[in-house]
């Protein structure tokens, strides 16, 4: 069994992590809303931000990878 390049270690790792991060914003936002904080509260807009920057991030490395193919 070969090992896998450490491009493809990279890119395995960095979507794994703005999985992470989107998991993160999510759970930001749930506990902000079940805590009482609406639309106007800190937590739901770092939430919202966290959830679009791993989004963004998996967008763009899931984009890179089917270029390359």
Sequence with gaps: ???????????????LFAVIIIGFGVTIVAVTLARGGGVTAFG?????IFTGLGAGRLYLSLRRSEGEG
């Design 44 to 48: 739901f807009w770092i939430g919202l």
């Design 1 to 15: 069994m070969s090992r896998p390049a450490p491009d493809e270690v990279y890119r395995g790792v960095t979507r």
